[in-house]
Structures are given as C-alpha cells and as structure tokens.
DNA sequence: TAAAAAAAGTTGCTAAAGCAACAGAATTTA
DNA sequence: TAAATTCTGTTGCTTTAGCAACTTTTTTTA
C-alpha cells in the first residue's frame, strides 16, 4: 500500500517534471548582460545590504555567485529569516509585492555578486530586441522558481510544534540528496530564525530528537534515522 | 516621524503601482475560452471536490464565480487551509509546483464556476494563434497574484503568538477597506484552521483583544480600535 | 596568535498554546 | 418546521514553547 503510494507519485512527479522545461538561468544572465544596456552587475562583501523591497520596486537580482538572506525585523525587533538565496537563484520586489511598510533586506551571507535589472523594462525596451523576447519568455520560469521556494516556506510555517518544523525542513534538506545525511546551510541560530521559533527550545528539541534516535549529528551535519 | 515614514511609504506605493499595467482577468478568462478549443468550464456544487494538486500537474484554473479553498490534512489529520481563492483568482498546480506526496484539494466553499486549462499548453500550441500570444504575455501578472498571496500568508504565519497573527491579518483585512471595520470571509473554526492554531485558545485570545479593547466584534464584524 | 565576538549548548522558571469536553446558538437538511 | 448538524463560546488541565541567564566551544578579527 504504501509502496504504491510512493509509487504512483514518483510516477507523476517525473511526468510533471519532464513537461517542464529545463531553463538555464545562468545562459539568461549571460544573454541579458550582454545584449542589455540597462542591466548592471555589482559585488558585495558579506553582511552588505544588497538591496531593499519597500524603495527598490520592480526589480529583479539574480544571484550569480555566493549566498544572500531576505531578511525582515518584526514590530519586536525579532529578526525573521523569510527566504536563503543561493547561486543562480531569483530576487527583488518584483516577486515579493511588498505591501507592508516594513522594509524587506537582501543581506550578503558571503560574498556576492549581483545581476540587476527591472521588471518594468519589458514594457519600455524596443519590441523588435531579442532580449525583450527572452526575457517575457523566461518571466514564468524566473517567478516559478521563487513560487516553488515561496510554497515550501508555506508548508514549514504552517508545522504546529517545533518537532515537525525540524522534521519537515530536514526532510527537505534529506530529500535535495542520495542518502538521509546532510549539511544545514546555516547556524542553528539562524535556523531558529528561520523557523520563527526560541533558539533555545529548538536546541532542546533537538537534543530529544537525538535521544529518541530519530536523528543523529555531528555540527552541521544531520542524518535522518526514520522515514 | 511616524508621518514622515507612512508619506514615503504611500509615495513609494503609488508609484510602484502605476508602473504596474492593470490585468484585467476576466477579459482574459473570455479571451481564452473564445479563442481556444483546450480549455473548458466546469460548475461545482457546494463541497465539491474542483481539482487536486499532486494528480492535475501543470494544470491552470481561474475561478468564474464563487469562493474556494485550498486544503491539506496534515500527518495529524489536522485540516490546514493554505489558500482562499474569491472570484477571478487564479490557482492550480501550475502555481504550487507540488514536492512531495501530501495531495492538496481545492474545495468548493460555495457554488462555482472554474475555467481549466494547461500550462503545458503554451508549448503545443500553434505559434501564431492569438491566444498563445495572450497567454505567454498574460502569464507573469496572473503568477504574480499568486506571489502576492504566498507572501501575505508567509508574514501571517511568520508572527509569533496567537494574538499577533490575528492582528495581523485582522489589519490585512481592513487595510482592504476604508474604515477600520471589515467582515471576516470565512467561520471562526475555519479561520483557525487557516491561522494554524488552536481553536479554542483563538476564541479566548479573541476574548481578550476585546477586553483590552483592541476590538470590537459582532458576528463576523470585526473593527479594529488602535492603528 | 591573542583577544573579541559569535555560535552552540544548557537549565529553571514562566507564559502561552493545545486538548478535551462541554452547553447554547445558529444554520442546514430532511 | 422539526431534527440534525455545524458553529460559537467557555473552562480546567496539561503540554509546549518562550525568556533570561549562564558556560563552553568555535570562529573572526585586530
């Protein structure tokens, strides 16, 4: 029963998966750079404030090398984690929408660097131009990339508990490799921040997670015992 | 100060949204089903199941008329509401990109009507129809209202706390409106299930705001009392 | 490489949220 | 319109998570 459950939706997984196509961000950088005036590459060194949502409208940053954090300061003064940017992924206000007057930060985690360029633009650039092409065709595939990001944040927040936050993030991470073994991208302080919960009921949970032998670690590096 | 801020704010609201062309979903939804032989319209009844996400890949919807919910019952059996789609929303698994194998439903909260069609669809069509042409345009704004959403509920879920995940999409709701007062849009049973808490400790948390005089509440009426 | 800073790991106490189990009101269905 | 069902509102008890305050370890930086 169960066998067929995972059965049947491995089988729908890889024929939804080869209905879609393969869309190589990096070719899109390239191809942007280099036929478009109006986008620019910048560097960050770490903990470099990239961009913000609230004054920087319509934008879109592509990551082409490093790590970066959105990151957001709750009336508390909390600081909350909202997405983790690696190399190749999609950013900036344009798939975000801000509507809150609370401003959103793109933190260099390490160092960066940045391709920017506007939403807008497709509207005011030349139709005949072969970048204006691209990019209309290659919009869906940039958002899809941050929706399928947006929709797993989703699914962790709405975990009652923080057993089942960590459980369904490390599922993930176990599920992104061969073998249940892997590496967290990020401290466990930030994790906690990430999870939205208190660090130190998180080392607690954690701690009894080892002892009921459902996980093992080693610092950053996490086996899942169980299915 | 405080003016100082909300000015800049409103400034940089108005002109992020200008430079927003408006999309106009209904001449799309007519457009599309004129124009092309793929897509189709279904009525549903009350309860009804309109689609699921794990077997209908690809797949796009646009709601004519009525309201429904996206649903997903958690390892528990607890009833999560991840999504709350009104008129001329547009949802399906084209927008989730489904992982993993918990299938997601989408219900009829009242009577409806859906317009299907695929996402896929782009790909076969014939390249010099006009509704593939409408479609590829068309795609990135009904996406992006779907971001839209995913974010909202992101900063929903992303408080700490009971009472600030009601103030928090108690004032979503009334920044919908003029005034501070606005109508909930769906049961308190089910507005728990969408907050991800605890029914009971909703309604004494409810209980209290209006103690401290925060709100006022008369069956679904709510209005806010503080900014 | 020594000093400083950040992260990891712990713990006791307190506050908050979950659970179960009701009763009464409102709504739906037969 | 009567019966059934769902929704609202409440409470006591229990479990969980948050907070504060530490020590120890690891990583940065001067």
């Known amino acids: 029963m169960q066998t067929v459950a995972l059965a049947t939706f491995l089988c729908y997984t890889l024929l939804g998966d ?89 933190l260099a985690k390490t160092d960066c660097e940045v391709l920017f360029f506007s939403y807008a633009m497709q509207e005011l650039c030349d139709k005949n131009c072969s970048f204006h092409e691209t990019l209309v065709k290659s919009l ?41 073994t892997f590496e967290l991208p990020f401290s466990l302080t930030d994790l906690a921040d990430y999870l939205i919960i208190d660090r130190a009921a998180m080392m607690r949970e954690i701690k009894k997670l080892k002892e009921d032998k459902i996980i093992e670690k080693n610092g950053k590096k996490i086996t899942l015992l169980c299915k």
Chains 1, 2 share one sequence.
């Open 140 to 180: 869906p595939d940039l958002i899809f990339s941050r929706v399928i990001a947006l929709n797993t944040r989703i699914e962790l927040l709405s975990k009652r508990g923080i057993r089942d936050k960590l459980l369904s993030y490390f599922s993930i991470l176990a599920s992104q490799r061969i073998g249940n």
């Open 18 to 106: 080869l209905m879609r196509k393969s869309f190589n961000i990096q070719d899109f950088a390239k191809d942007l750079a280099t036929h478009c005036s109006q986008t620019q590459i910048r560097k960050f060194k770490k903990d470099e404030v990239i961009t913000t949502y609230l004054i920087n409208r319509n934008q879109i940053c592509i990551l082409l090398s490093g790590e970066a954090y959105l990151v957001r300061y709750d009336s508390k003064g909390f600081k909350n984690i909202i997405d983790c940017f690696k190399t190749d992924d999609v950013f900036g206000e344009a798939f975000y929408r801000i509507h809150t007057n609370r401003e959103l930060f793109v």
